[in-house]
């Protein structure tokens, strides 16, 4: 079964807009760990946003902020004020406590801004 | 290095070939993972090294895949009698200590291609 889910295989936004990138999760492990990366076209995977399972606060830096529903099971991205540069691939993992450290990603979303 | 450095960027190999794969980590960063990128896929987990302990290799797809990381620091992927399904992007990462809160930081990433 999926661990993790990430349902839009692409996304267009509008420079200055607000996008939200769906991520759903399953685990039963109560302890763990959500993070988002961003995989531009030359490959490198650059950590964007980490929240924890049991962090009561949404997580977020800079433009980027984490819309967590535990209840849901969701951490969805939310990118405000898009620009040119946020072009590219977008992937959700797990990390669950009682696995040895290893990240679960999605199949990751590409998004497009657009002038 | 200010981060994870990977070596080669690209490989070319014959079917049938040994690859080697080098991965340099972030100083000071005791666990170090490798993933599998196939096209268009998330990265997939093929082993995790804390030091030079190997503590999970369940992601290895066969025994002609071995890694080591023999004093702590740089690790090398091997890859034995290559296969066309072994094209892939081969991705490290690597993260100051274990835990689910810490980020991975990856490198650029090996693209290998088998003819």
């Known amino acids: 079964a999926q661990k993790i889910t990430q349902t839009q295989p692409g996304m267009f936004v509008q420079e200055k807009e607000a996008v939200t990138l769906d991520c759903t999760y399953d685990t039963s492990d109560q302890s763990y760990g959500l993070f988002w990366y961003k995989q531009p076209s030359s490959g490198e995977m650059i950590f964007l946003i980490y929240q924890g399972s049991y962090d009561e606060q949404n997580a977020t830096e800079g433009r980027y902020s984490l819309n967590f529903q535990k209840a849901r099971k969701s951490a969805n991205l939310v990118i405000s004020a898009s620009q040119l540069g946020d072009s590219a691939m977008y992937f959700c993992?797990?990390?669950?406590?009682?696995?040895?450290?290893?990240?679960?990603f999605g199949t990751g979303t590409r998004l497009q801004v657009f002038p | 290095g200010a981060g994870v450095s990977q070596s080669p960027r690209y490989k070319v190999a014959k079917r049938g070939q040994d690859v080697a794969l080098r991965c340099d980590p972030i100083?000071?960063?005791?666990?170090l993972f490798w993933y599998q990128q196939a096209l268009g896929q998330g990265p997939e987990f093929l082993t995790y090294?804390?030091?030079?302990?190997?503590?999970?290799k369940s992601g290895l797809p066969s025994d002609r895949f071995f890694a080591e990381r023999p004093e702590g620091s740089v690790s090398t992927l091997k890859i034995q009698r290559t296969q066309q399904e072994d094209s892939a992007v081969y991705l490290c990462?690597?993260?100051?200590?274990?835990?689910?809160?810490?980020?991975?930081?990856f490198g650029d990433g090996t693209r290998l291609s088998i003819l």
């Open positions: 100083s000071g960063h005791v666990s």
């Open positions: 090294f804390q030091n030079e302990a190997q503590l999970d």
């Open positions: 993992a797990m990390r669950e406590r009682q696995l040895t450290d290893k990240l679960i």
């Open positions: 990462a690597s993260s100051q200590e274990s835990g689910t809160s810490q980020p991975q930081h």
